[in-house]
Nanobody, 123 residues
Framework: VQLQASGGGLVQAGGSLRLSCAAS????????LGWFRQAPGKEREFVAT????????VYADSVKGRFTISRDNAKNTVALQMNSLKPEDTAVYYC?????????????????WGQGTQVTVSS
């Protein structure tokens, strides 16, 4: 599976962005998907995950109620809608895919990673 993330950019605090991740491969629907982020000088952290069919989602406490993860298995895409953005959301955002679990917040469990897209939130 190859993943290509897009949609990042510069936005003011309180604004919104929608990240998208396009995947290659005919078995996309059998992969759990996740979004992670890494800010300068910090470790990569979990943001959100979604199960194979999209019926289950889990969010980091820091984004709960502001971010929404969704997937379209017909189009091989996963999205992250980010609302009410804060300066502390500034980071490079990565999409990831894995087949060994239903969904996961653990980056080490994911097999495939996109290249990352930069999100910058100004105050």
């Amino acid at each position: 599976v190859q993943l290509q993330a897009s949609g990042g950019g510069l936005v003011q605090a309180g604004g919104s962005l929608r990240l998208s991740c396009a995947a290659s491969g005919r078995t996309f629907s059998s992969y759990a998907l996740g979004w992670f982020r890494q800010a300068p000088g910090k470790e990569r952290e979990f943001v959100a995950t979604i199960s194979w069919g999209g019926g289950s989602t889990v969010y980091a406490d820091s984004v709960k109620g502001r971010f929404t993860i969704s997937r379209d298995n017909a189009k091989n895409t996963v999205a992250l809608q980010m609302n009410s953005l804060k300066p502390e959301d500034t980071a490079v955002y990565y999409c990831a895919a894995g087949r060994k679990f239903y969904y996961s917040a653990k980056s080490a469990e994911y097999d495939y990673w996109g290249q990352g897209t930069q999100v910058t939130v100004s105050s």
